[in-house]
């Protein structure tokens, strides 16, 4: 019993040192990698998967700002990359998609406060048509303050492997980004693919119509190994409750978690679905 006893504990260690031994492979992986939050909706009235709400938004912002972490533009980071410059410590990029008012009402006045840069990808079709998104005025107050950035999420929010044709295709990437250029008199060299939509023929098309690098919504850190055009990033949507929590584990945690991740969905595409029910991500 005693020989048995001492068998599970020398297996036991062997399994915490190699967890310990693949925990910090991870690590060292992801050196030079950027964790690239994605938001969608600011504000307390909508209660969907998309929508975090201002108190929480404020205690993430405020924890970012308190912990060190410089916020930075994808530009940036590309070109730290391509020049082989250091990033600031705790680089983190944050980025909104779609383009909704409350963008500019609630999380706007919250990222001055805390002096915090972030990225909104503009559907540009819907720029001053609804009234639930920005117009081209708020923009440009945005864009003046020096802390906002904009980028494409194409014209309709079509996703682009379902266009009809690879003319439409183009006119989604190629149209919005001529519109953005003009509205707001910068370059716009940066894509986030609707639904994270994408595909080998997307991919090619994008880096075509002049872009350097595009954003999916698979969680993970956007990596200088990563192909430019399928950057990861770490979705803080998809769930209602615990958001700071979920906030901080998805952040601190994501050179762990996003492999995780990455096997769940592999599973889930070679129809194992019970297999990928066994991974849980935060």
């Keep these: 019993m005693q020989k048995l006893y001492k068998g599970f504990l020398l297996f036991l260690a062997c399994c915490i040192l190699l967890a310990a031994g693949c925990a910090a492979w991870l690590w060292q992986k992801s050196a030079g990698s950027v964790p690239v939050l ?7 009235t909508e ?9 929480q938004f404020e205690q993430q912002m405020k924890y970012l700002a308190d912990n060190g972490y410089h916020t930075i533009t994808p530009a940036e980071m ?3 990359w391509e020049k082989g410059t250091q990033l600031p410590s705790h680089p983190v990029i944050l980025t909104f998609d779609d383009g909704y008012l409350d963008n500019y009402r609630y999380a706007f006045p919250i990222l001055e406060k805390y002096q915090l840069k972030a990225t909104i990808f503009l559907i540009t079709d819907y720029v001053s048509t609804y009234p639930n998104y920005l117009t081209w005025e708020n923009a440009s107050e945005m864009q003046k303050s020096g802390l906002i950035n904009f980028e494409s999420h194409t014209l309709s929010h079509v996703e682009l492997t379902k266009t009809d044709s690879e003319k439409d295709t183009i006119h989604q990437l190629l149209d919005s980004r001529e519109a953005l250029e003009y509205r707001l008199k910068k370059p716009v060299r940066f894509i986030a693919y609707p ?22 919504v698979n969680y993970g850190l956007a990596s200088p190994d990563e192909q430019r055009f399928i950057l990861d990033r770490i979705p803080i949507f998809g769930c209602n409750s615990h958001t700071f ?3 901080k584990i998805r952040l601190v945690l994501a050179p762990l978690l996003s492999p995780l991740s990455s096997w769940k969905n592999e599973l889930e595409k070679n ?10 991500i935060p």
């Design 47 to 55: 209660q969907n998967p998309l929508t975090v709400n201002t108190e």
């Design 271 to 280: 129809n194992h679905p019970w297999l990928a029910n066994l991974i849980t």
């Design 195 to 216: 639904c994270g939509s994408y595909d080998e023929e997307v991919e090619r098309l994008t880096k075509e119509a002049g872009y350097r690098g595009a954003f999916t």
């Design 38 to 44: 994605n938001y969608h909706q600011i504000n307390d």
């Design 78 to 80: 590309i070109e730290a």
């Design 245 to 247: 929590l979920r906030f």
